[in-house]
């Protein structure tokens, strides 16, 4: 049972451009949705979170937004760089201090220059 | 520097030999975890741990064993490995009730189960 469900394996996009990643969730009990970026040959890192009491959360370039009605969340990259491009992995946790993380399947982000 | 190591980066074995995959981290954190990552599947939760001789179960724990002694490392053991092990494995790390689950990932390490 995925609780947590990124459907699209992939993504291509003009440099420039705004990317947007997408990410569904089931258990209503999520209530902090963080955003990992992952490139070839290394561990995910962090990228930005959102707590369920905001709707969206910004970070230079990175923007996340949650709809908790839809169970939906996505991250949008505007502009986009080649940089960019990474395995992008959304995660949900049942508040902030159990310590249990739920990661979507991942999303391929490629940025064409 | 802060950081999650991990070793070895790269293994190949045969099916039944057991083997360790060591984690460390030196930011004093109280959560370890494992995750294995598979195409399609994303990073699924092996085993956790929120401290020192606490552990539990994540959602694929079937064939490993893990066990955190101290509190900077976090050893994952496959006592008898099969095929369907093979896998890119990930430790994380992170502070514990401190109002974020940023966790702090390590390089991985790609296992091979022949």
């Known amino acids: 049972d995925q609780q947590v469900k990124q459907n699209s394996p992939s993504l291509s996009v003009q440099e420039g451009r705004i990317s947007i990643l997408n990410c569904d969730y089931t258990?209503?009990?999520?209530?902090?949705f963080l955003w990992y970026k992952k490139y070839p040959a290394e561990g995910p890192t962090f990228l930005i979170s959102?707590?369920?009491?905001?709707d969206k959360n910004e970070d230079g370039r990175f923007t996340v937004f949650l709809n908790k009605s839809a169970k939906h969340l996505s991250l949008h990259i505007v502009p986009s760089q080649p940089g960019d491009s990474a395995v992008y992995f959304c995660?949900?946790?049942?508040?902030?201090?159990?310590?249990?993380?739920?990661f979507g399947q991942g999303t391929i982000l490629t940025v064409h220059p | 520097e802060a950081q999650v190591t991990q070793n070895p980066r790269y293994l190949i074995t045969v099916t039944g030999k057991k083997l360790t995959v060591t984690c460390s981290q030196n930011?004093?954190?109280?959560?370890m975890s494992w995750y294995r990552q598979d195409p399609g599947l994303g990073l699924r939760q092996i085993y956790y741990?929120?401290?020192?001789?606490?552990?539990d179960k994540g959602d694929v724990p079937e064939g490993y064993k893990v066990s955190r002694k101290e509190k900077r490392n976090f050893p994952l053991i496959l006592e008898s490995p099969s095929p369907n092990q093979t896998s890119l494995y990930f430790c994380?790390?992170?502070?514990?009730?401190?109002?974020?689950?940023?966790?702090?990932f390590g390089p991985g390490t790609r296992l091979l189960v022949l």
């Open positions: 995660a949900a946790s049942v508040g902030t201090s159990y310590g249990k993380l739920t």
């Open positions: 258990n209503s009990m999520f209530d902090y």
């Open positions: 930011m004093n954190h109280e959560y």
């Open positions: 994380a790390s992170s502070l514990m009730g401190q109002g974020s689950m940023t966790q702090y």
């Open positions: 959102i707590s369920s009491i905001k």
């Open positions: 741990s929120m401290n020192v001789e606490v552990t």
